[in-house]
């Protein structure tokens, strides 16, 4: 079976390729990549001119909800939701019901994904057992039956001594350790980010310091235990600058920036809407500018959603009782093509290489790349077509989106996963071959 | 309501509006058969002024003492609040005495549907349990809405609903004269005095702004005899309810 | 009258215009506390609905006599603990009370923003009775009124806020309706009870309490909360009182004309002595007096018109 993907820009940063290009996929794998290559007979084709075709996008930070908050979210919607936003793989965060601590879980969360999930799944099992930041989990077996990494994430291991242990422990493994840095008793009150706005608002604010404070000891036991460490949703200019500099002295950190912490201020808060409200909250100008600049240099190695799913139920009342989380499978890809990149501030293969090379060296996955031989995972996205983000529309079970209303101009218009179609139908069409 | 009106006639001079109100205060005195008692209550803002000056003449006509004058602010007790796009101004009332058992004259200076006369009615009898209540009005236009007659009247001025009636006072406005005003065509630049409006607007002349005045009629409350069209003279025929002298009541 | 808004949220919306026309209706309206027949029929037949969601029996009775004595009928709603407590949400039970037609509702509810969010669901007029930490537009405006009265004027004051700004709605009404109205505004406390970015609110921060009232025309004292010193932003209450709380003594920094103001209840002893509370810089009793007339004058100007 063979599907001819022609004409698009081709721009596939982990082996450096930028240009106009065929793709050939056959029986679901990249067979060549070419200027003028023919579709073979009996074959399918995409016309992808005038469109950008990439690796398929990587989500290394996904709450899928399931098991036991499946009224949020399942994996089957949320692989739908990731396959919407052009994304052909995602990582799942372990803080599910019962916690991904143990390798029946893990078994279980990748028996679901075989059968309804229409991306790729790849779990992350905890650190601690039942996330308490007590006993260390079960990783050894995690690791086998598929874990990716490990993490609280949800949560701050707030004892040092137990991370200490945890880092050295997952070394082995040779997988990293994602860590949600907030300290909690610094954070506890805050409801938002501590600043004016939350002066102005009446909110109990929690200063950026109660991340930098995380980061910074993380890094330190980082160094201390040679493990790789990887910070979840930097958001602070305080937090990018210690990975910069411990990346300098050779320390093994990476990172990842959600998209609203690139394009929010805690201004978005002041009309106490509870879809801006979330973990790390959104920060003041100067850290959304210095996450930039990060992203920029490649001090950030990735973009990640924190796609955290919520119901109505759990986000309606007094922003100070509601949910921390906003859904972000669906927007994340249009709103950075439009507010990144159409406006100039971040270039488009920069972009594509944080969704694609970046999650995937980092999580060492088989994607991120048109390498021949490679998965055919393919993301194709549309420059030029306009989007609007309403929330009933969105395939996530849950509607928690900080974006309702936004509109724009950039969009994935394909996600292929193994050579096919994630979802049923896309807005760019694939013509002949079989079904 | 920003419909310009320009000056159509001057019905009381400076001389002619102090002889009304000095046979105001006489009227006064005489009914009530001396100054005791009397307390004259003046409806912001004019009446109040009006009020002070016949308090003054009664007190050169009797040599003693200036019966108590105070002032009366009726917005609260209007009937027609929630009917406009703003709230009217509230500006508070002081009647620093008590008015129970005392003869009080309400002052006015223009008297139109009666509307503002009852409503400062309601809001004396929340201040008290007056002996007797009587009104003077400076000048009574027609047109009444409600059963409300004046007691003290210092002139009858027969006028059409579009017409209104301006009384200028010194201490207000430079002058005393009172003045008919009618709509005018704005001409390019010039400015148009202010219509002095009555307390309260009767609901038939209450128009949207911008919007000419409605013609419907009202058949309970015109009569034929005084519609008019717009840039016809006005008929001066003087209707029955308003020719016949005030009944004057003893006790 | 530059008064044309549906709802009364925050004294950060309200122009010097708006802030005027509520004190001028408000002093016209003080007469009617001194007649024998404490009664106006302006709202007759209006509805006022006081839903409270934190316990407040002095804001919610100056509230209810306010309506009281302009004829309408007033309903207390009384629900205390969270709306999660309760099962219903605090949308459904406004949109219950809606139902019944109020023309305003006036609310108080320890989530700040909760005012806001009814005003955008309810077509009747919402009144803040106090949101949070957020706002207490009407105690502001009756601080005014109450300043206003005592100096003649407002612009060019001096007033220095004392105690728990950081937890203090009635702290942040007051800073910005003092500074809409020409008053430079003076914060102090300890650090810890200052919130974050004070400064970029437009006023002067200090942590020495007989500096920040030296000059002041108005002392206004916030309630010190005791939940404050288990939370840790204080050692103690008696630490507290000695250095921030207000005594004679203390008064001699002060000008001789100075007021003492308080949005009450206050805590005898702690922040106020009972001299100085008692004493004759105080206008606390003022206050109250003010805030039926202001609370009238709101009333009158929401619920009396169409509205937006």
């Given amino acids: 079976m063979s599907l001819l993907i022609k004409g698009g820009r081709v721009i596939d940063p982990w082996n450096g390729v930028d240009g106009v290009q065929d793709v050939l996929v056959i029986d679901g794998t990249i067979a060549k990549l070419g200027v003028g290559l023919k579709a073979p007979e009996g074959g399918a084709v995409v016309d992808a001119t005038g469109n950008v075709v990439c690796p398929g996008f990587i989500d290394i930070h996904v709450h899928l909800r399931e ?42 969360i990748l028996a679901k994904a075989r059968v309804e999930g229409c991306v790729r799944v790849y779990p992350i099992g905890a650190a601690t057992r039942g996330l308490k930041g007590d006993e260390l989990a079960e990783m050894g077996e995690q690791a086998e039956a598929g874990c990716v990494a490990f993490s609280d994430d949800g949560k701050c291991v707030m004892n040092a001594e137990v991370y200490r242990r945890a880092m050295e422990y997952a070394l082995p493994f040779g997988v990293p350790i994602i860590s949600h840095a907030e300290d909690c008793h610094l954070a506890h009150r805050g409801v938002m980010n501590e600043g004016l706005v939350s002066t102005e608002l ?23 235990t040679g493990a790789h460490l990887h910070i979840a949703h930097i958001s602070t200019a305080g937090a990018v600058r210690m990975v910069r500099d411990a990346r300098a002295r050779g320390v093994r950190v990476t990172a990842e920036v959600t998209p609203h912490h690139l394009v929010m201020t805690d201004e978005a808060v002041r009309d106490y809407d509870s879809n801006t409200k979330m973990a790390p909250p959104l920060r003041g100008k100067r850290d959304v500018e210095a996450c930039l600049e990060a992203l920029t240099d490649g001090t950030i190695d990735c973009v990640a959603t924190d796609h ?48 694609t090379a970046g999650p995937a060296r980092l999580l060492n996955l088989p994607g991120g790349r048109l390498s021949v031989g490679a998965p055919a995972d393919i993301t194709v996205l549309d420059l030029e077509r306009a989007w609007t983000v309403e929330p009933r529309h969105l395939l996530s079970r849950s509607k928690n989106t900080p974006f309702a209303g936004w509109s724009g101009t950039g969009a994935p218009v394909l996600a292929l996963v193994g050579g096919k179609p994630a979802l049923p139908s896309y807005p760019l069409a694939i013509s002949g071959g079989a079904a | 309501m920003s419909v310009a009106y320009r000056e159509k006639a001057q019905v009381l001079d400076e001389g002619a509006l102090d002889r009304a109100l000095t046979r105001i205060a006489h009227e006064i005195v005489e009914q009530a058969g001396g100054v005791k008692d009397i307390a004259l209550v003046g409806i912001k803002t004019r009446g109040v002024t009006l009020g002070q000056r016949i308090a003054a003449k009664i007190a050169a006509i009797e040599g003693g003492q200036k019966p108590a004058v105070g002032a009366l602010d009726i917005t609260l007790y209007r009937d027609d609040l929630g009917l406009k796009a703003e709230q009217p101004v509230v500006r508070g009332t002081e009647i620093p005495f008590p008015i129970k058992g005392r003869t009080v004259v309400l002052v006015d200076d223009v008297l139109f549907t009666g509307r503002t006369i009852r409503a400062a009615l309601d809001a004396l009898m929340d201040l ?24 003290y009247i210092g002139k009858n001025l027969p006028t059409s609903r579009r017409e209104t009636v301006a009384v200028l006072l010194r201490e207000h406005d430079g002058t005393d004269r009172v003045v008919i005003q009618e709509p005018a065509e704005r001409e390019e630049g010039e400015p148009q005095p202010k219509a002095r409006r009555a307390n309260m607007e009767s609901p038939s002349e209450r128009s949207e702004e911008g919007e000419p005045q409605p013609k419907a009629r009202r058949a309970n409350m015109e009569s034929p005899s005084e519609r008019s069209e717009e840039g016809e003279p006005q008929p001066k025929a003087r209707r029955a309810n308003m020719d016949s002298p005030p009944e004057r009541s003893e006790g | ?36 027949i404490k009664k106006v029929p302006t709202l007759r037949g209006k509805t006022v609905v006081n839903l409270f969601y934190e316990s407040s029996t002095r804001t919610r009775t100056s509230f209810e006599i306010a309506g009281k004595w302009l004829s309408a009928d007033v309903i207390n709603f009384s629900a205390s603990g969270s709306s999660a407590e309760k099962g219903e949400s605090l949308l459904d039970t406004a949109k219950n009370i809606e139902a019944m037609s109020p023309d305003v509702v006036v609310v108080r509810h320890k989530a700040s923003g909760a005012p806001a969010m009814l005003a955008r669901n309810l077509r009747c007029a919402v009144v803040n009775a106090g949101d949070g930490a957020h706002e207490h537009p009407t105690q ?71 500096e920040a009232i030296a000059h002041a025309d108005v002392i206004m004292m916030l309630r010190l909360q005791h939940e404050r010193m288990t939370a840790g932003f204080i050692p103690s209450l008696r630490e507290y009182s000695r250095v921030w709380g207000l005594s004679p003594d203390k008064l001699k920094h002060c000008r001789s004309d100075v007021l003492i103001m308080h949005p009450g209840p206050v805590n005898r002893g702690v922040e106020l002595s009972p001299e100085v509370a008692d004493g004759p810089y105080s206008v606390i009793l003022d206050q109250v ?12 100007l929401l619920a009396g018109s169409k509205g937006a």
Avoid at chain 1, 328 to 341: F, I, K, N, S
């Fill in chain 2, 128 to 151: 008290g349990r007056p002996r007797v209540i009587r009104l003077a009005v400076l000048v009574d236009r027609g047109h009444r809405e409600l059963p409300i007659r004046p007691d």
């Fill in chain 1, 67 to 108: 098991p036991g908050f499946e009224y949020k979210e399942t994996i089957a919607t949320g692989t739908r939701a990731a396959a919407a936003g052009g994304f052909t793989a995602v990582a799942c965060m372990a803080n599910t019901f019962p916690v991904n601590d143990n390798r029946a879980v893990t078994d279980f």
């Fill in chain 1, 202 to 224: 009446g909110l109990a604010g929690q200063p950026a310091t109660a991340e930098d404070v995380m980061v910074a000891r993380d890094i330190l036991l980082a160094e201390l």
């Fill in chain 3, 140 to 210: 502001a405006l009756l601080d005014l009124l109450t300043i206003r009265e005592k100096k003649g004027h407002l612009e060019g004051l001096n007033v220095t806020i004392v105690g728990d700004v950081a937890h203090s709605r009635v702290a942040r009404s007051d800073i910005h309706g003092m500074k809409t109205m020409g008053i430079t505004v003076t914060v102090a406390g300890p650090p810890t009870l200052i919130p974050a970015a004070c400064q970029e609110l437009g006023v002067k921060v200090s942590h020495r309490l007989e």
């Fill in chain 1, 308 to 355: 955290a799913p919520h119901a109505l139920s759990d986000k309606e009342g007094e922003f100070a009782e509601a949910a921390n989380g906003v859904v972000g499978l669906e927007t994340a890809v249009p709103v950075l093509l439009d507010r990144l990149v159409r406006q100039g501030r971040l270039d488009l293969p920069t972009l594509v290489a944080r969704f």
């Fill in chain 3, 289 to 300: 007096t003010n805030g039926v007339a202001v609370r009238m004058a709101v009333l009158y």
């Fill in chain 3, 1 to 36: 009258m530059t008064w044309k808004r549906k709802d009364l949220l925050s004294m950060q919306d309200l122009e010097a215009g708006e802030i005027r026309d509520v004190l001028d209706t408000a002093e016209s309206m003080k007469e009617i506390a001194t007649r024998e």
